[in-house]
Nanobody, 121 residues
């Protein structure tokens, strides 16, 4: 089994910062792309940021310059540093990872359970 466990969400005032973490555990042989999506009430889930195995990054336009994604492969963990938060960043944030499962011997996408981020104005 493979699990992704997120932490770091919460309530913050506009202009504040939060750091999300997502740790993968279980039967993991290798991890390729990792990233974060978010879903606000009444809206579709959208990609916020992603990072490849060689640490190339992509960001959704509205978070460029404010959010930074990083990864620690020794810990099978991906991070999302969120600065200058705005009320429109309020959403449930989900991490994902493309993982080579050691039991199934195949690559699959795995998702975390989601963590709430609320930015008050």
């Amino acid at each position: 089994q493979v699990q992704l466990v997120e932490s770091g969400g919460g309530l913050v005032q506009a202009g504040g910062s939060l750091r999300l973490s997502c740790a993968a555990s279980g039967s993991i042989v290798d991890i390729s792309n990792m990233g974060w999506h978010r879903q606000a009430p009444g809206k579709q889930r959208e990609l916020v940021a992603s990072i490849t195995i060689d640490s190339s990054t992509t960001y959704e336009d509205s978070v460029k310059g404010r959010f930074t994604i990083s990864r620690d492969d020794a810990k099978n963990t991906v991070y999302l540093q969120m600065n200058s938060l705005k009320p429109e960043d309020t959403a449930v944030y989900y991490c994902y990872a493309n993982i080579l499962n050691g039991q199934r011997l195949r690559w699959s996408d795995y998702w975390g359970q989601g963590t709430q981020v609320t930015v008050s104005s």
